[in-house]
């Protein structure tokens, strides 16, 4: 007889069942089987050991999210919102219920590379209009991500996504997040290795694979193919960075992937070094192997500690690496450094402007974007620019802006012209050139502060009083989670609510840092001052930069190298007594 219920559905009822029996102390059940089999034994060990699932865990065992379509099919039918534990597996399709900043769900993308065609850019610029607010953001993911979208519009909108050629899959919640690559890849002078192929062999091995969705939390990979434009793949809990290894290493010389693993600056740390080196038709495979030790072994009871870098704290690098070994069958090749040739580093412009190509008579330009965001006319606009005058590839990249490719010699000055048309702008100062903002409480229920409205307020006041020289990174972040990853920047801007008095309400506030870096100058920025109300915060950078002019060894020494030669005690002093 028939039970009503699909292969699938009974396999994770088996587990269940087999949870429930551990927890009430019956008889022994069956280990759970099928795809979700090592995410509920992984809860079922941690119960064991006498944790407290966290409640996520809980959501995810009670009811996967990817057996659940029908149901938000009729949320969305009755025009309702997701309690709060909907409001978590409905992230694993890239749907989040924003309130109360917005009473409305944000749509979330993921596209390999960052890379997207101009028929599906102005595709979602129509979307952008018919299903949200008429706009869309550029992440540090290099994604978009689509906002105010009505409860009844949730499900139409993942599905005409989908019609696309893109998906939304997986973009959010304990999911293995939008991979990223070298935005110019296959077209960059400069390059190792083109990136493309080995982001979306990853992107769709993770896509087809529902055992990998589900972890004990987010899980981001990068690909950096030694471009001109970076892909911060050190800030990754898997960073692949190609380098050339040259005779006496012990692998055969050639370009292979360095990897680097842990990485969440947010916590105050970069990716640590392996020493090992996969060949570039192997990452997936490694990745794969990478991301099961964490299933298996990642914390499901304390949020806070449920990155893989805890597990990396607690078991320490090389018992970590012989459990990846372990699942590969096979011992990974590890080199000395030495036998790494150094490579060219990453021009802090070159995502902004006009950049010839690796292909004769061809460049790419690059758009600059406010604070990341992009109307449904501009979207719309850039396609028709990038079909007409260019190759029809748009790139994303993780400065929250985008590259136009394959535009002829002849047809740079119409495209710039098409560009100015559009509001927006291929010409940056070095300011805008490293501005990173977050959504900000106009969007997020996380943000303490108005971040992309404090950006701009920002760049127009320093814009307005000098021409800076040097790039600066300036990134602003809402809160501890640090989309805008404001731990690795020149100048950080971390969002706070600053007392004024029992009778009075909190204002919108900023601590500020100083000094950190990535790549190469990977640092942590150091804080110099705390609790700077919005309307202050221009002013403040501008006192840190007047120091910087003036005070630099060279013309030519960096705003990073000029913060890491002083303790933060001399650069409050020095910023002082230039405002003086």
């Not at 692998?251 to 990485?263: K, M, T």
């Not at 007047?546 to 910023?575: D, G």
Request: hydrophobic share 40%.
């Amino acid at each position: 007889m028939s039970t009503g219920f699909t292969p699938e559905q009974q396999r994770y009822l088996e587990g269940l069942v087999a949870g429930v029996s551990a927890v009430a102390g019956g008889p022994a059940a069956a280990e759970p089987t099928g795809p979700d089999a090592a995410h509920l034994i992984a809860m079922k060990k941690a119960e064991a050991e006498g944790g407290k699932l966290a409640d996520p865990e809980k959501f995810k065992r009670q009811e996967h999210p990817f057996d659940a379509y029908e149901r938000m099919k009729q949320q969305a039918a009755s025009g309702d919102y997701p309690a709060p534990q909907d409001n978590f597996r409905w992230r694993f399709y890239g749907l989040f219920y924003v309130a109360p900043n917005q009473n409305s769900y944000m749509c979330r993308l993921r596209m390999p590379n960052g890379i997207l065609t101009h028929w599906q850019m102005a595709g979602l610029g129509r979307l952008a209009d018919s299903h949200g607010g008429g706009y869309a953001h550029i992440t540090t993911r290099a994604n978009l991500q689509i906002r105010e979208i009505e409860a009844a519009n949730a499900v139409s909108m993942i599905e005409a996504i989908q019609d696309l050629g893109l998906c939304t899959r997986g973009s959010g919640a304990d999911n293995i997040r939008n991979v990223t690559g070298t935005p110019t890849a296959g077209i960059d002078p400069q390059e190792l290795l083109d990136t493309r192929s080995y982001t979306r062999d990853w992107h769709f091995h993770i896509l087809n694979d529902r055992s990998l969705y589900g972890l004990p939390r987010k899980f981001n990979v990068a690909f950096d193919g030694g471009g001109k434009v970076g892909a911060l793949e050190d800030t990754n809990d898997i960073g692949f960075q190609a380098v050339e290894v040259d005779e006496g290493a012990g692998v055969e010389p050639g370009v292979w992937f360095r990897v680097a693993i842990g990485g969440i600056t947010g916590h105050k740390d970069f990716a640590r070094d392996t020493g090992i080196v996969v060949r570039p038709s192997e990452a997936t495979q490694v990745a794969d192997a990478i991301v099961r030790v964490f299933i298996d072994h990642g914390n499901r009871t304390d949020r806070t500690k449920a990155r893989l870098k805890y597990l990396l704290d607690a078991w320490g690098l090389e018992r970590f690496l012989e459990a990846v070994e372990q699942k590969l069958d096979r011992k990974l090749d590890r080199i000395d450094a030495r036998h790494i040739k150094d490579r060219i580093p990453p021009d802090r412009m070159a995502h902004l402007g006009v950049h010839s190509q690796r292909q004769a008579g061809l460049n790419w330009i690059g758009v600059v974007l406010p604070s990341g965001k992009l109307t449904s006319a501009q979207m719309r606009g850039l396609a028709d620019v990038s079909g007409r005058l260019g190759d029809g590839d748009i790139r994303l990249t993780v400065w929250q802006n985008l590259i136009l490719s394959g535009v002829a010699d002849d047809n740079v000055p119409a495209a710039v012209q098409a560009i100015d048309d559009l509001g927006l702008s291929t010409r940056a100062t070095s300011i805008r050139a490293g501005l990173v903002s977050c959504t900000g409480n106009t969007g997020c229920k996380f943000s303490a502060a108005d971040t992309k409205g404090t950006a701009e307020l920002i760049a127009e006041y320093i814009e307005s009083r000098f021409d800076l020289d040097q790039p600066i990174n300036i990134h602003l972040t809402g809160c501890h989670h640090s989309c805008a990853q404001h731990h690795i920047s020149d100048i950080g801007l971390l969002a706070c609510k600053i007392s004024k008095g029992e009778n009075a309400e909190p204002v919108e506030g900023f601590h500020i840092y100083v000094g950190g870096g990535f790549g190469a100058n990977a640092t942590i920025g150091r804080e110099i001052w705390q609790d700077v109300e919005n309307a202050d915060c221009p002013a403040a950078i501008e006192k840190l930069l007047v120091a910087y002019l003036a005070y630099r060894a060279s013309p030519h020494e960096s705003f990073f190298e000029f913060a890491n030669r002083y303790p933060v005690e001399t650069l409050v002093k020095l910023a002082e007594e230039k405002a003086a």
